[in-house]
């Protein structure tokens, strides 16, 4: 199955039937402001099983969290020190991967020997209308062949896909460039990948 979704302009009868299909367990395929992303609620574990089936990836390799908004990151993370928090107030939305220590909200499936999630905004009004008809966040890994190369256009992925996801949102061919990946689970600023997005703070 798949929509096309305004990406100004979200039809809100198409974000309400994905957030549905996310409600029931459901595997999407979704854009994000870097690259074509699975999705899934991360409140379901057998929905996070089937992403890490699909990805054919290790149990516990690290996953983003997506976010609406800045507001209930609290509840997912710990230690954001003052630095760190003004650093990703100025950053999101936008293409940043922020790494932290994880809650005990956070399922254990997802959490790596370092107990830490990352955690995106993504400059995409799809990505957070989904979200926040969700009402939590999404659990999301970026859409990649086998070698690591990304799939960017939509029509192709539900092909290729039809029979592992459940949707795939149509938002046209994106470019393919991951996000920059910053590490803040040490209480200090680590770059772990430059990516989209550049490198203003300090």
Do not use: W
């Not at 089937?50 to 976010?67: A, D, E, H, T, V």
């Not at 039809?162 to 200090?188: A, Q, W, Y």
């Amino acid at each position: 199955m798949i929509f096309v979704i305004n990406e100004q302009n979200p039809q809100k009868r198409l974000i309400t039937k994905a957030r549905d299909i996310l409600e029931d367990g459901g595997v999407i395929i979704y854009p994000t402001d870097t690259v074509y992303a699975y999705g899934c609620d991360i409140s379901d574990k057998h929905a996070i099983e089937r992403i890490y089936r699909i990805k054919k990836i290790p149990k516990n390799k690290p996953l983003s969290f997506i976010f609406s908004d800045i507001s209930k990151l609290h509840e997912y993370v710990r230690n954001v020190s003052d630095k760190a928090f003004k650093i990703i107030k100025k950053a999101l939305p936008g293409p940043y991967t922020f790494i932290f220590k994880a809650s005990k909200l956070v399922p254990r499936i997802v959490l790596t020997n370092q107990k830490t999630i990352g955690i995106r905004i993504p400059d995409n009004t799809v990505a957070r209308a989904l979200v926040a008809a969700l009402g939590r966040p999404i659990l999301s890994a970026s859409v990649s062949t086998s070698s690591g190369e990304y799939i960017v256009e939509p029509s192709g992925m539900e092909r290729q896909l039809r029979n592992e996801i459940d949707l795939v949102i149509d938002c046209g061919i994106k470019v393919s460039e991951p996000s920059t990946v910053i590490d803040f689970s040490t209480g200090e600023m680590t770059i772990v990948r430059r990516g989209k997005g550049d490198i203003f703070f300090g």
